[in-house]
């Protein structure tokens, strides 16, 4: 993430409202158009957090929530150099892991979570990451949009993780409005067009992260400003 970044709100509590909540839904036929030229800007976009395996996404996942992923970068440097595998994180601790995440929001009860997850991992897995929604969402600190973004990253699962920019760009552009978070996800899932879905919640939450930002939209620099349906255009 760049400077200014905003962390990752906790999706389930979003929700849509204020005097942009009425925006009229985006044509349909402007939808491919929108992700065409997404796409075009960024072929392959990525995930910002850093990892190094299915396991140690995981876990830089679920250290996101309220926090930014420069932090949670700088802070697993140091913790996925000694234990990038759920045996090693559990062998840690829960208070060794505690130090090593004490920068990032609400560490105490995401340190517990990791070493539980960990701890699940290792016992009852066979120490491998989960492919199945389900039982990604069994394990301690992982919720929906979590697996979503789990799913899609390791798994390449055309998976729609809403967090607060998805959740945004959705609802000010058109695209997807909805007043929840599931609301979103649904509606993504049935208006995003092949080839465009399984990176569509990346382009998403990068254009939403540096160009439709929260409070003053960078209208002038957006490439699908046109197809946009937002009414107060900074253009």
């Given at each position: ?106 560490y105490r009860n995401k340190a517990k979570n990791v070493y539980a997850l960990s701890v699940m991992l290792r016992d ?112």
């Amino acid at each position: 993430m760049g400077q200014g970044e905003q962390g990752h709100r906790p999706a389930t509590n979003l929700r849509w409202r204020g005097s942009d909540a009425k925006v009229p839904r985006m044509k349909k036929a402007d939808v491919p158009l929108f992700f065409e030229r997404l796409s075009a800007a960024d072929p392959t976009p990525q995930t910002e957090l850093a990892f190094t395996n299915n396991f140690t996404l995981l876990v830089a996942v679920v250290l996101s929530a309220q926090a930014t992923d420069k932090g949670v970068n700088r802070a697993t440097e140091a913790l996925f150099r000694k234990a990038d595998s759920p045996g090693k994180m559990a062998a840690l601790g829960e208070a060794r892991i505690r130090d090593y995440i004490k920068t990032i929001g609400l560490y105490r009860n995401k340190a517990k979570n990791v070493y539980a997850l960990s701890v699940m991992l290792r016992d009852q897995f066979d120490s491998a990451v989960p492919q199945d929604r389900a039982t990604l969402m069994s394990l301690p600190g992982v919720g929906r949009k979590t697996a979503n973004v789990v799913m899609n990253e390791a798994f390449g699962e055309a998976t729609f993780a809403v967090d607060t920019h998805v959740f945004r760009l959705s609802n000010r552009t058109g695209l997807a409005p909805g007043k929840t978070v599931l609301d979103v996800e649904k509606k993504l899932e049935k208006r995003v067009p092949e080839p465009y879905r399984l990176h569509a919640h990346h382009w998403l939450i990068l254009h939403g992260r540096y160009v439709c930002v929260a409070r003053k939209p960078k209208c002038s620099a957006c490439s699908v400003h046109d197809l946009c349906r937002y009414k107060a255009k900074t253009i």
